[in-house]
């Protein structure tokens, strides 16, 4: 099993309206694609120095193979609608998990 990880830090402005759009948009839109099982949004309770909320959004997918394809034939427009949405109000960074084992 495989996490697809993004970690955003949003304004605080923006934060509700952004945190709404997530659950009802963009995280249904990223299932829709059928390449991921299901998705987390995990709050980060760290405060980060340059302000605003962060979270690491969670997409669990079957394997490596699912997950190439999600970059070659989804990821952009995807990431294209968060941009359109929020412009220059967020960072967000990008990293890929393994499940090893659970317990």
Do not use: C
Not at 11 to 17: D, K, L, R
């Amino acid at each position: 099993m495989y996490i697809y990880n993004v970690t955003v830090n949003i304004e605080e402005q923006v934060h509700n309206e952004w945190l709404d759009w997530m659950q009802k948009e963009l995280i249904p839109d990223m299932l829709a694609t059928g390449k991921f099982t299901s998705a987390k949004i995990i709050k980060v309770l760290v405060e980060e120095e340059m302000g605003g909320i962060t979270y690491s959004v969670q997409y669990f997918t079957k394997d490596r193979e699912t997950l190439q394809r999600y970059y070659i034939e989804d990821a952009q427009d995807l990431r294209n609608k968060a941009l359109q949405k929020f412009a220059d109000k967020f960072v967000a960074y990008r990293t890929e998990l393994e499940i090893v084992s659970e317990h």
